[in-house]
């Protein structure tokens, strides 16, 4: 686990975000979203209602989704994100880690987008991220989860690759894998003429089966799995795992 020296986790450090938003959440990312969440609700059949958007960082998705009726509940426990998500309107916004938010019944369709998954060690957490969002869909919803994964990473010739940025700047971004293939460690060097910045991050990575069991255990039902949001196979050409899932009866 990524911690600093005073034990805070690496996705609880607002300088994290701040120092990486530019490039995380740049132009093209943003023209992006309409066609995304396009997609999102076509491989949902959700069509109305009220939607979770969890991990919703900047809102480039839940705005989206407020713009064309839905009434949208984003969660992020980043102030410095949340506070980029206000500029959009008719959205409830709630800071919160995804490890505590839960709503019972609440929400007809829930996101968890742009491999915002995974972050804690243990996977009992994420097991416990997974039931809370089936808990706070009424029976029937259905969740769409986007994440990188195993058999991708696997397929990568190097683990590293860079970018030049708009912004004249280079991205550098390298990954070693746990044993066993479990978790990745990541490195961003961010050069900027001649300075550089190192940052430094993990997150689970799993199987298209693992999440797919992963889900099933947390009470969902008719799991299906794609290589992109378009509803691609999820096949040797996926670059995405995306998995569909409906919330089954909260009494069983």
């Known amino acids: 686990m990524v911690r600093y020296s005073n034990g805070m986790q690496w996705f609880e450090n607002e300088a994290f975000w701040e120092a990486l938003y530019p490039y995380m959440f740049g132009e093209a990312r943003w023209a992006a979203a309409p066609a995304e969440v396009d997609r999102v609700l076509a491989l949902s059949g959700v069509s109305s209602g009220r939607v979770l958007d969890l991990c919703c960082g900047p809102a480039r998705h839940s705005s989206i989704l407020a713009q064309r009726g839905f009434e949208v509940t984003g ?105 066993g293939w479990g978790r990745l460690h990541l490195t961003w060097l961010l050069v900027e003429g001649e300075r550089v910045r190192r940052f430094e991050f993990q997150h689970n990575l799993y199987s298209g089966q693992e999440l797919a069991a992963l889900l099933a255990n947390a009470g969902f039902r008719d799991v299906q799995l794609f290589g992109n949001l378009d509803g691609a196979p999820y096949d040797a050409a996926a670059t995405r795992l995306v998995a569909r899932a409906v919330a089954g009866d909260q009494k069983r």
């Not at 019944?105 to 995974?118: C, R, V």
């Not at 957490?125 to 990188?148: F, K």
């Not at 058999?151 to 030049?164: A, G, N």
């Open 75 to 179: 969660v992020d426990r980043s102030g410095f994100l949340l506070g980029k998500a206000r500029a959009a309107a008719g959205l409830e916004l709630v800071q919160c880690d995804m490890r505590d938010f839960v709503r019972p019944g609440a929400f007809d369709l829930a996101l968890s987008l742009f491999t915002s998954f995974g972050y804690f060690e243990a996977r009992d957490e994420d097991l416990a991220v997974l039931r809370n969002i089936h808990e706070s869909l009424q029976p029937g919803g259905v969740l769409v989860m986007d994440v990188i994964s195993k058999e991708f990473v696997i397929s990568q010739h190097s683990p590293t690759r860079w970018e030049e940025l708009a912004t004249g700047a280079t991205l550098v971004q390298h990954y070693d894998v746990f044993p």
